[in-house]
C-alpha cells in the first residue's frame, strides 16, 4: 500500500462526489486533515447561506408569522422524519429536541414508568461504565428518583447481567472512547428475553452506519427507545439539537394512558395553542418536545442530515459503513506499521464487525501531548483522558489519501520527539 | 395628537438612534407595523453575518478547536453575564441553556429541595391559573413528583395565598396575556415575610424594563430564582435559548451540600473532560448547565442582547422603559379614541405601573378575525385563545409613528367590516 494507492482508492469510491457537499476548500488549503467528525461534524456547504436565508428571510421579513409559513412549527418533527429514515423509524416516529442528555432523561423516563408498571420486581438500570459520563449522570438521577439501582459494568460483563433483576439495558452503540461497537440486534434480543427494555444511544452510529432500531422486522430484536446526537456523523452543528425514538408499541401505549414524561413543556402539549392550564400530552412522540426549539440550530441540523441523505443515491448507509471500514482498517494498518516502536497500542476492537467509525489508540504516558503535537502538524484528532487518542473517520469527506497522510504526519510527530515539548502539554479547557 | 405630533415624538427619542440596529428595512418597504416583539424580537443587523461567521469561520475553519479558540465552552456564562446586567444579578450568577421549560424544571427542583429542607410542613406552590401555561404544566410536575399541591388562583388572589402554608411562589413577572405586572419587590418581600421562596418568570419582562432580582441591594426584596426567555425583548432569535439564575445564597447553599439538579448533564459536571462515571455536580451555576448548548443559536442570542446592552448609552433600561410607557399609553388613547363602538375593551391595566410592555384589547366574539383582518392590513400583532388581540411595543425598534399608523390601520379593518371575510377565521396552526 503506498499513497498513490490511496489516491487509486479515492478515484474508485462512490461517495468521492458526495465530498464537494462539505465546507472543505479551507481546511484543505491549510493541508488540515480532519479526523474528528466523530466529535463535531464539517459544516455542510449549504449550511451557511440557509442559515442566513432563516434569519434574513424567514425570521427578519416572515418574522412571528414564519411559525406558520416556514413550517418552523413542524421543524422538530420534519427533521426527525429526515433521520428516522437513517436509523430503521417510521415516519413519527422520532422527533428532535433538546440536547441528548436532556432527551435521555425524557426517554429513560418513559422506560421506568413502563419498568416499574410490568415488572415492578426488576430493580437494576444496568449500563457500561465506559458509557459516555452523560448518560451515567442522568441515568444515576433516575435511578434514585425512582428507588432503582444503576449498575455499572465493563463491556465484556454486560451479557452476564442480563437476567431477571435487569428492568432497562442502557448502552451506547458505539462506545465514545474505544470505538466499540455492540452487536445491537443480539444484544437487544437477548434483552428482550430476559424481560427487560433495550434503550440505545446512537451518538456515535447515526449517519455513520446502517441501524435498525425496528430491528429490521424481527420484533425481539426491535428496540425500546433511543436517543442521539446532531452534530456527529449528522454534520449538524455544534451543540445541534439531538433526537429521541420510540417504538410505536409504546407510543400506543403512552397515548393509551394519556403517559406525561417530566419535562411537560408547552409544545408537547396536544394543543399548545389553547393555552390551557391543564396539561394534557400530545399524541405520539410529540410528548417528548418540550419547550420551544432553537430554529437556527435546527436548521443547520437539517443541511446536516441532507448530506447523509445524499448518499441514497451512492449507496447508502450500506457504502457509508463499507467505507468508513476500509479507511479504519488502513488507518490502523498503517499506524501499526510504520509507528512501531512509539508506544502507541490499538485500543479500540481490531475486528471491524465490532468497531464503528472511529479508532482509539492508547500512548502509555503522554497521549494528551502527541495529539497536541499531531494537532501542530494538521491532523485533528481529540484526546479523551486519560490515555486515548481519537481518530473519526466520516466517509462522506474522509479521503484514503487523508488516512495515508495522517498516518505519516502522526509517525513524523512520533519519530521527531518534538511532543516532549513543553507547548505540548499545556492543556486547554476542552481537549 | 396628531400623526405629525408622533413623527415629532420619534425625531426627539433619545433611543430612536438604536433602531438602526434591526434588520427593519424590508418590512418598512413593505409597509409592515411589526407589535409582536414579545413573542419573538426582530433580528439585529448584525445577527446574519454573525451567524455565518460562526458557521464559516469558527466551526468550518476553527472546527472541533472552537470549542477552545472561539470560547464556545464558555458561551453560556459569557451570555449569561449580559444578561445578568439587564436584570439586576452579578457576574457568574445566571447561565443560558436550553429553553425556558426545561430551565424552570431545574430550578423549580432546586427551590422545591430548599424548600422541603427547612420547611416540609409547608405543601402549596402557588401560581396564577393565568401564567403561562408551559409554567404551569412543569409546575405540576414537579409539585406531583414531590407530594406538594400546585394551587392556581386568579390574580387578586395571589396576596391572600402567601401565608405559612406557602413552600414556593412562582409568577410571571408580566403576564403573557394581558400584560399585567406584578410589583416585583414587594410580592417578594410578602413571599419572604411569610417564609416562602419566590421564583419569577422574566419572559415578558427582561430587556423591557429595568428588573432587579438583587432586590436593589434589600435582601428581603432579592428574588431566590428567576428563569427567562432569550426570543422575545431580548431579540435572540425564534427558540433561542433561555436563562435560568438563582439568588448567591443559594448557589453558595448548593455548594456546600454538593446538591445536584435532576439534569444533570456533562456539561454541569465540575470537571466534564475528565469523563468520569460519578456525577459531581459543577460549582455555583455551572451545575444547571445540562447537556452540550446549540452554538448558532447561542451566537444568535448574543448578538440580541447586544442590541439591548447598547441602549446603556442611550438612557438604559430606564429610557426603555420610559418609552414604553409612553408608547402603551398611546396606543391605548388612540384604539380607544378612534376605535369606539367595535366591541374592543382594554384587557391590559390602565395603570402603566401595573402594566409591561404589550397591550391587550379583548374582542368579545371574533378576536381571532380582527387579527388577521389587521395582519392583512400590515400591522403584525398577535391573538391568544379566547378573545385577546395582544400588541406589543418594543422600544428599541417601535415607534410612536408605528403606534398612530397601527391604530389608523385597526380602525380600518374595523370599520370596513372586512374582519367578517371567511378568509380571515382560517385558524393556522400558530395564531
Not at 501499526?336 to 479500540?348: F, I
Request: proline share 5%; charged share 20%; hydrophobic share 45%.
Amino acid at each position: 500500500m503506498t499513497r498513490h494507492d490511496c489516491l487509486a482508492r479515492d478515484a474508485s469510491d462512490p461517495l468521492a462526489p458526495l465530498r464537494h457537499r462539505f465546507a472543505l476548500e479551507r481546511s484543505d488549503e491549510q493541508g488540515v486533515i480532519y479526523l474528528d467528525g466523530n466529535s463535531l461534524g464539517v459544516p455542510p456547504a449549504v449550511t451557511a447561506d440557509r442559515v442566513r436565508q432563516v434569519v434574513e428571510d424567514e425570521w427578519g421579513v416572515g418574522l412571528i408569522r414564519s411559525w406558520n409559513s416556514a413550517g418552523w412549527i413542524r421543524l422538530s418533527q420534519r427533521i426527525g422524519d429526515k433521520i428516522a429514515r437513517l436509523v430503521g423509524a417510521g415516519p413519527g416516529e422520532l422527533i428532535v429536541a433538546d440536547s441528548t442528555s436532556v432527551n435521555l432523561f425524557k426517554i429513560l423516563s418513559a422506560a421506568i414508568a413502563i419498568a416499574k408498571a410490568d415488572s415492578p420486581e426488576r430493580r437494576h438500570i444496568v449500563s457500561e461504565r465506559s458509557n459516555f459520563p452523560s448518560d451515567l449522570y442522568i441515568a444515576d438521577t433516575l435511578a434514585r428518583a425512582h428507588g432503582l439501582a444503576l449498575t455499572l459494568v465493563d463491556e465484556d460483563e454486560v451479557s452476564g447481567h442480563i437476567d431477571d433483576g435487569l428492568a432497562i439495558l442502557l448502552l451506547t452503540h458505539v462506545n465514545y472512547r474505544t470505538g466499540r461497537m455492540h452487536r445491537m440486534a443480539e444484544v437487544t434480543r437477548a434483552a428482550h428475553a430476559a424481560g427487560a427494555l433495550m434503550i440505545w444511544d446512537l451518538a456515535h452510529s447515526a449517519g455513520a452506519m446502517p441501524v435498525r432500531l425496528d430491528g429490521g422486522g424481527a420484533i425481539e430484536a426491535a428496540a425500546d427507545f433511543a436517543v442521539g446526537c446532531g452534530y456527529k456523523y449528522l454534520n449538524g452543528g455544534p451543540g445541534a439539537p439531538a433526537f429521541a425514538w420510540a417504538h410505536p408499541r409504546h407510543t400506543a401505549r403512552m397515548d393509551r394512558e394519556a403517559w406525561r414524561q417530566p419535562l411537560s413543556g408547552w409544545l408537547g402539549h396536544a394543543a399548545p395553542f389553547e393555552f390551557t392550564a391543564d396539561y394534557k400530552p400530545g399524541m405520539g412522540m410529540t410528548r417528548f418536545i418540550c419547550g420551544t426549539p432553537p430554529i437556527l440550530s435546527l436548521a443547520a441540523l437539517e443541511c446536516g442530515v441532507e448530506t447523509v441523505l445524499a448518499a441514497e443515491d451512492h449507496g447508502g448507509l450500506a457504502a457509508i459503513r463499507h467505507k468508513s471500514i476500509a479507511l479504519t482498517e488502513l488507518f490502523i494498518e498503517l499506524v501499526e506499521s510504520r509507528c512501531a516502536g512509539h508506544g502507541l497500542a490499538l485500543a479500540s476492537p481490531r475486528d471491524a464487525d465490532e468497531r464503528g467509525s472511529h479508532v482509539a489508540f492508547a500512548h502509555p504516558t503522554d497521549g494528551y501531548a502527541v495529539m497536541q503535537a499531531l494537532i501542530a502538524r494538521g491532523v485533528i484528532g481529540d484526546f479523551r483522558a486519560p490515555d486515548i487518542l481519537r481518530f473519526g473517520f466520516t466517509p462522506l469527506y474522509t479521503r484514503f489519501v487523508d488516512v495515508w497522510d495522517a498516518a505519516d504526519r502522526l509517525h513524523g510527530a512520533l519519530a521527531s520527539g518534538e511532543w516532549r515539548e513543553s507547548r505540548f502539554s499545556v492543556r486547554a479547557a476542552v481537549t
